[in-house]
C-alpha cells in the first residue's frame, strides 16, 4: 500500500489513481488549492454552512458525495460551524443520526424555495461535493453526457443566484459537477465533455470527489490543529448503510460497497496517506 511521503502533498494524495484526466486539470488551480479552501472556510464568520451533495445515477444516489460530504460537516461543526446539508430525495435516510440538519429539494421546486431557505438561514458559506450542475445547454448531464434533469433537483440555483454575494467552495472529480463552472474551458479542452458551467470561488479537485472533500478537511486540521480525518472503518460502514438504504457505484451502477469503481482497500489507502499529512505543519 502506497504511504503519503514527505515530498507528497495533500492535492498529490486525493489526486491518485486520476483516469479521468483531472491530474491534467490541476495545473489550472492553485498548488495548494485544499489549503486554499480551508483558509477561505477559516475566513467565515462562525454561523450556518450549506453543504451540498448527492449524484443520480441509474434511479439511485451514487457512493461518492454523500460519506464526504457529511464527513467535512462533521469537521465543520467541531471547528464551531453549523453545517446543513441540502440534497434531494435519493439521499432519504444516508444522513439521519448522524447529528446534522438536512434540507430535502424536490425536483419541481422554485427558485423562491431556494430564497426562502437562504433568507432564513443565512449561511456564512456554501459547499458542493459531487453535485451535478446545469452546462451550457440548460441541462444536468452525467459523464456518458446523458441528460438526467428530470432526476436532478436545481440546487444548483443556489450558486448561481448567490454567486458573490455568499462565498463558495466546488468539490468535483470530473467537470459535470457544481463549482467546476470557473474551469469550464479548461475542461473542455482537456476532457472533451461538456463541462457544468455552475462555477464557486474555490474550485476543488480530485479522482474521487469524496477523496476532494476528504483534502479539505486535511487541510483544516492542519490549519486547526484539530484531529478531524475521518476513520477508514467509520466511512466505509457510512457507505455500506447507504447502500443498504439505495446507493450505487457511479461507475459500475452496482449496489456496492465501492466508489467510482474503486474499492474500499484504495479508500483505506487514501485515508491512512490524509491521516500522516493531518499533522504536518503548515
Known amino acids: 500500500m502506497k504511504k503519503a511521503n514527505e515530498n507528497e502533498s495533500i492535492e498529490d494524495i486525493i489526486l491518485r489513481h486520476s483516469n479521468r484526466g483531472m491530474s491534467d486539470i490541476r495545473f489550472y488551480l492553485s498548488e495548494d488549492y485544499c489549503t486554499k479552501a480551508a483558509r477561505e472556510i477559516f475566513s467565515w ?3 450556518y454552512v450549506f453543504l451540498t451533495t448527492g449524484f443520480y445515477v441509474a434511479g439511485y444516489a451514487e457512493t461518492d458525495g454523500p460519506v464526504g460530504t457529511v464527513a467535512l460537516a462533521h469537521a465543520l461543526s467541531k471547528l464551531g460551524y453549523k453545517p446543513v446539508i441540502i440534497t434531494d430525495e435519493y439521499c432519504r435516510g444516508f444522513f439521519d443520526n448522524e447529528n446534522v440538519e438536512i434540507i430535502y429539494i424536490g425536483i419541481s421546486d422554485s427558485e423562491d424555495r431556494i430564497d426562502e431557505i437562504v433568507n432564513e438561514y443565512d449561511p456564512k458559506g456554501m459547499i458542493s461535493v459531487e453535485r451535478c450542475g446545469r452546462n451550457k445547454f440548460g441541462y444536468y448531464a452525467n459523464m456518458r453526457g446523458e441528460d438526467i434533469s428530470e432526476h436532478t433537483a436545481p440546487i444548483d440555483e443556489m450558486f448561481i443566484r448567490y454567486q458573490g454575494i455568499i462565498p463558495s467552495i466546488g468539490v468535483g472529480d470530473g467537470g459535470n459537477e457544481i463549482g467546476m463552472g470557473k474551469i469550464a474551458g479548461v475542461i473542455s479542452r482537456k476532457l472533451s465533455l461538456e463541462p457544468c458551467i455552475i462555477p464557486a470561488d474555490i474550485s476543488v479537485i480530485a479522482s474521487v470527489s469524496n477523496w476532494g472533500a476528504y483534502g479539505i478537511i486535511t487541510a483544516l486540521a492542519r490549519l486547526s490543529k484539530t484531529e478531524l480525518v475521518p476513520k477508514y472503518e467509520w466511512v466505509r460502514s457510512f457507505i455500506k448503510k447507504t447502500v443498504s438504504i439505495g446507493s450505487v457505484d457511479g461507475v459500475t451502477k452496482d449496489r456496492s460497497i465501492s466508489v467510482d469503481g ?21
Not at 474499492?263 to 496517506?273: G, H, P, R, T, V
Open 262 to 282: 474503486k474499492n474500499m482497500s484504495i479508500e483505506y489507502e487514501i485515508l491512512d496517506a490524509l491521516h500522516t499529512e493531518e499533522s504536518v505543519p503548515v
Open 45 to 47: 464568520e462562525k454561523g
